[in-house]
């Protein structure tokens, strides 16, 4: 393959308080380590929203030659045309032959539409990022998590969108940037779209933390029959929204809790196929996770593979987990011992 002088643009949303998310300093971490790979290729960034100033502020010190801006009221909302505009202009000037975005919902929906425009390619939802012999080089799941393959791309421009979680977030000190602000074709702006508002989808969103220090995971067994014979829903619902109000923590479920909601069964309300862990769920990273009243079958435990520490609480001395799958198994009733870590915390 040809080896050829790389210039990188990471894009990116400004959120509506003016200041960058997670997801998206990851990006530009990701950004900024490619170009190191890539022996010092040149780097910018590309800022998308009502005011950016702030934003390039947090990225003075990232070693960006430029700090480009599509800004004005036209970007404070997510748009496609808009979006798609700023993006492609951005990415013009830039001049860039590799485009990084974080794959945010906002992001996700305009850049196969960017990437198309410019006339390059896009590989989606990117789980990892690197140079190979000097070659730029991503990784990405296939078959449901069960194969990762590493693509490189003769193409371009290559736009690459990254999945949360999988390079550091930038940290840097803020700093003076001048921002390059670059002019858009008026005709794009013209639009028929108005934002109105945001809708989330219930329940899920609330309690999906990403940047939680645990991931709390509730299996099936909260529903079943206990000891007592009882099916005890209204006690493991209460238990679980109270450990998550006073640890923080992000909530995960079981394939089987989550489609109990989805037959018709009264389960856990709060709880969607958002929450699911595993092969046909999320693969999220927290440094510790507590798998409560769950089995640990090997399609759940896969969705734990980034998992820092994983701890489980089950009946079954037998369980999954027991099968290796986690570091500390404690055989004792979830219910029990969540409702001692709840009153512990309480005080
Ligand atoms: C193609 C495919 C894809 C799949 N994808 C996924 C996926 O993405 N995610 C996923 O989760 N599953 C997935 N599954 C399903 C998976 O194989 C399991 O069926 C599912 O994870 C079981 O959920 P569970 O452990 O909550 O329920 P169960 O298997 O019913 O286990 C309940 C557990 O709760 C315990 N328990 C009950 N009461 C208590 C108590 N008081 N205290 C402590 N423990 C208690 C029991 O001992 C039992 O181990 C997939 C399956 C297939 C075939």
Redesign the pocket.
Known sequence: MMERAERILVTACVEPDGGLSRHTLEAFGAGAALAGALGGAPLDCGLVGADTAGAARRLAALGAERILAAEGAHFAQARYATDAAAIEALARSSAATIVLAPATARLSRVMAGVAHRLEGRIDAHASGLGAEQGRPVLARWYY?KRMEARLEREVRPWVISLDPGIAPAWEGPPGDAPVERVAIPPESLATRTEVVGDHAPEGGTETIRPDARLLFVA????T?A?ADGRVRLDEAQSTILEFLRVSGASLG?????VDLGSEGHSVLPFMTHLN??????QTPRHPLGLA?????????AV?WRFIGERRA????PN?GWAQGKADILYV????VVMAKINELMRR
């Open positions: 449901r299996g099936a067994g909260w079943k206990q479920g079981s394939k089987s809790i699911q862990i595993g092969q046909t769920g409560t009243c769950c089995h640990g079958e090997e399609p759940h969705g609480i089950n009946l079954d369980c004792a009733d979830a219910f």
